[in-house]
C-alpha cells in the first residue's frame, strides 16, 4: 500500500502564524523567532508524514502550539479574542 497524496503544510493544525512571534521549544530551550520553525517530510511505511518541526539540529521538536510555545503570555489569549472565545481561566505560562 503507498499512497501519493502529500501532506499540506497550510492545512497543518500545528503550522505556525501568518504574523511571526517569538516561540520557545520545550524540547531544546531555545527562543527564536516562528518563521523559523520548518516544514519535514519523512517517509514511514510507504507514506509521507510531514509536519511542522523546531530548526535546532537534533531537536525532535514537533509543532507550533504543541513543543514551540509563543514566549508572549498574552499570545493565545490575543488568538482567542480573535475567536471572540474568551476563557475565565486563562492561565499564565
Ligand atoms: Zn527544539
Redesign the pocket.
Known amino acids: 500500500m503507498s499512497r501519493t497524496q502529500k501532506p499540506d503544510p497550510e492545512a497543518d493544525p500545528f503550522a505556525p502564524p501568518d504574523i511571526t512571534t517569538e516561540v520557545r521549544?520545550t524540547?531544546?530551550g531555545?527562543i527564536y523567532e516562528s518563521y523559523l520553525i520548518q516544514w519535514a517530510e519523512q517517509q514511514v511505511d510507504g507514506e509521507v508524514l510531514g509536519g511542522w518541526a523546531?530548526p535546532?539540529a537534533g531537536?525532535n521538536?514537533q509543532g507550533f502550539g504543541q513543543?514551540m510555545v509563543p514566549t508572549d503570555p498574552d499570545y493565545l489569549a490575543k488568538q482567542d479574542a480573535a475567536f471572540k472565545d474568551i476563557r475565565p481561566d486563562d492561565s499564565v505560562f
Request: glycine share 12%; proline share 0%; with cysteine.
Open positions: 521549544c524540547q531544546c531555545r523546531c535546532t531537536c521538536g513543543d
